[in-house]
């Protein structure tokens, strides 16, 4: 072997709740062509039989049957209209909080991106038992078709997971009818570990799930990738970009959910997609730095917005560059302004820079190659020997049997040109086809015919010539067709828009204090920064420095703009709500203590005249019933004053009373899931454990309401 293969490799990982389901799907194509290749590690290659000792593990180690608590989902909906499919508009927009996206609440007058679907019911939901990772081989790395690159493949898998993942029970098996019609090769593991090993330095006990970086998918691709490289003897090389290099990050980004949607309503309505906002971008940065008069990062942002899309820097705290700063594209006529690195690398501001660099020295832009592409499809080698006679008969018959049915295949296609002509005649009600239509129809028959016959011989000459098959490839017949130019329409000019002056320039403090004035004067400049910009953690900082509260929006809020007045209105309710969490945990708190101590005032004197059935006395349970209710309570209020926090910290505020009524909802939710949980078990003549609990939590929860009520 001269050397190893380049191409392309994936790689897949997907969790199963159900673990026989993914066992059987081995066998269970019945239409498709069964496995090229099977093995399996730690279990037998019978599927029932390994369905059965996957489950005994499971069993042995306390993970069959494992549970968690249901989470709320998130799904997309419409990014011009908030709608989503079921009608419903959004809650939810997605953000990036520096280290990873996030979802927060919709704020007045944003276009949310995402819809919160809470779950069904609060009762728990089954873990995953199973793992499912497939490795997908492009066709210029593994032909399909080829036997021996299909067999050493299946081979490199197999080794690879021997080595990396010893403690699992796996079964591997490989395919190549897949509906991409790649080779790909699959591999099912028992979620539970079933011998202790260790991988990358993290060690994982037998009975452990598994987690982590053992399926975190790009961590499979990175250990696959340098076990190729480490045994060249397998013949194969990665040619997509590596796990952990730039071009590999930017090749995980998706251009956004509005490019998604363009995409399915140009798919549905038949017509091509329009260009998005950020491919925009894309295309005329890199114009612009082709541009003769972009010398520096100045000219660069002159020829920008020239082009319609303004450039500025965002991340400077007082003159000075953050953790976070970049380059920050605005299309105008838009709201959002999009970063550099959510573009991609090579639009941040330090590969932008790096191209004005290289331009100085004289030498040309680099334009990005885009979405990387699988090569050709690998050559299956041919034999130059010749032919036996045997052979050499089996060849002229293949001839004659291919020459036969393109012969009836010309038949076919005449008569059917013939029916097609017929038709289109009498469509016409009556109307004759003229001579010149009869030419053209001709022509394009007799243009379609010399094609059909240059790719006949083209086959027949390079079975003839095996390897030496001639490469050039017959010219592509396109129909002559007129096209109409059509003058596109100038576009009005947009007018320069006003200087936008916040009303509390001017205003002079009651009373005048140079303080109370420093922060009129501030918050007027914090207003005309973020004119038409989204509120964000530098402009809550900034609140904060000001101090402004109920009583500067009593005395000075009417100067502010109504959006503003209505957004820094709801940050003061939310700070008020955020005291009153506050204060109502400190009170389940101090309630809890007291009935901790009367809890076990009752212990002592329980255990002294019953030591064993003190704990089912009725006052017993009452005060544990009340002490697991101050808990809950005390764990509820954390939980809003978190979600408090977070809203104010990223800038948003929700209203007072909407969210109140959303929090009301979240527990009616809860409380009817639990009831009908309860109400959907069967009981014997007497109420079980979990009854009594829940009817004695209930009660305590209805007498702690009461009592707090008066």
Excluded at 179 to 195: D, I, K, M, P, Q
Excluded at 499 to 521: E, H, M, N, P, Y
Aim: glycine residues 8%; proline residues 4%; charged residues 35%.
């Amino acid at each position: 072997m001269s050397g190893p293969k380049r191409g392309g490799v994936a790689v897949k990982v997907l969790s199963g709740r159900t673990a026989a389901s993914l066992q059987r799907y081995r066998d269970s194509k019945e239409d498709k062509e069964p496995p090229l290749f099977m093995a399996t590690w730690h279990c037998s290659l019978d599927a029932e039989t390994q369905i059965a000792e996957w489950k005994a593990v499971r069993v042995e180690h306390g993970t069959q049957g494992a549970t968690r608590s249901p989470r709320a989902r998130y799904e997309t909906v419409d990014p011009d209209t908030g709608i989503h499919a079921s009608g419903q508009r959004g809650t939810h927009i997605k953000h990036w909080d520096g280290k990873r996206h996030r979802k927060r609440l919709a704020g007045p007058g944003e276009t949310p991106t995402h819809l919160r679907i809470e779950p069904e019911d609060a009762l728990p939901e089954k873990e995953s038992e199973a793992t499912h990772s497939i490795y997908a081989f492009g066709v210029d790395l593994v032909n399909p078709e080829n036997p021996a690159d299909v067999e050493r493949a299946f081979l490199a898998v197999k080794a690879e997971r021997d080595e990396h993942y010893p403690g699992l029970q796996e079964s591997i098996w490989a395919e190549r009818n897949g509906e991409s019609g790649l080779f790909h090769v699959h591999v099912a593991s028992n979620a539970t570990v079933y011998r202790a090993f260790e991988i990358d330095g993290v060690e994982y006990r037998a009975g452990q799930k598994m987690g982590g970086d053992m399926r975190d998918v790009h961590s499979v691709r990175a250990r696959f990738e340098q076990y190729l490289d480490a045994h060249p003897e397998y013949g194969f090389e990665q040619s997509l970009a590596r796990v952990g290099t730039r071009e590999y990050e930017a090749a995980q980004r998706r251009d956004g959910q509005h490019a998604y949607w363009e995409a399915e309503r140009a798919k549905r309505e038949g017509f091509a997609p329009k260009e998005t906002n950020q491919d925009r971008i894309r295309r005329e940065a890199y114009e612009a730095l082709s541009a003769s008069a972009v010398t520096d990062r100045d000219s660069f942002a002159a020829e920008m917005m020239n082009r319609g899309i303004s450039v500025d820097e965002a991340g400077v705290r007082r003159g000075k560059r953050g953790e976070g700063y970049d380059l920050r594209y605005k299309v105008d006529g838009t709201k959002q302004a999009v970063k550099g690195t959510t573009l991609g690398p090579e639009y941040a501001h330090d590969a932008i820079d790096a191209h004005l660099a290289r331009k100085a020295k004289g030498l040309e832009v680099e334009v990005p190659a885009g979405q990387q592409r699988v090569g050709e499809a690998a050559q299956i080698p041919l034999t130059g020997e010749h032919l036996s006679a045997e052979e050499q008969a089996e060849l002229e018959q293949l001839k004659a049997a291919v020459a036969a049915l393109a012969q009836d295949e010309r038949v076919r296609q005449d008569e059917e040109q013939q029916r097609a002509l017929q038709t289109k005649e009498r469509s016409y009600d009556g109307e004759q086809v003229t001579e010149e239509m009869r030419v053209r129809i001709a022509r394009d028959d007799a243009a379609v015919q010399a094609r059909f016959d240059a790719d006949a011989q083209a086959v027949f000459d390079s079975i003839r010539q095996g390897p030496a098959r001639n490469e050039q490839q017959p010219a592509t017949w396109v129909p002559e067709q007129s096209v109409a130019v059509v003058p596109e329409p100038a576009q009005p000019e947009k007018p320069e828009a006003a200087t936008f002056r916040s009303g509390l320039r001017g205003v002079k403090a009651k009373g005048g204090s140079d303080t109370v004035q420093q922060r009129i004067d501030g918050m007027a400049q914090l207003e005309e920064d973020y004119r038409g910009e989204l509120p964000d953690a530098e402009y809550e900082a900034r609140l904060n420095a000001f101090g402004v509260g109920p009583h500067f929006m009593r005395h000075y809020g009417e100067h502010l703009e109504p959006e503003t007045r209505r957004q820094l209105t709801w940050r003061v309710q939310a700070k008020a709500a955020s005291a009153a969490e506050r204060q109502r945990g400190q009170e389940h708190a101090e309630r809890g203590q007291r009935l901790r101590e009367q809890y076990d005032h009752l212990r002592v004197d329980g255990e002294r005249s019953d030591p064993h059935g003190w704990v089912q006395r009725q006052e017993v349970l009452k005060v544990h019933n009340r002490i697991l209710a101050s808990d809950s309570g005390i764990e509820k209020t954390n939980g809003r004053r978190k979600e408090i926090h977070g809203l104010v910290r990223d800038g948003r505020y929700e209203e007072a009373a909407r969210a109140a009524e959303r929090h009301q909802e979240q527990d009616r939710k809860t409380r009817e899931a639990m009831e009908n949980y309860s109400s959907g078990l069967d009981h014997d003549e007497e109420p079980s454990a979990s009854d009594r609990f829940s009817a004695r939590a209930k009660a305590a929860q209805e007498r702690d309401r009461d009592s707090m009520s008066r």
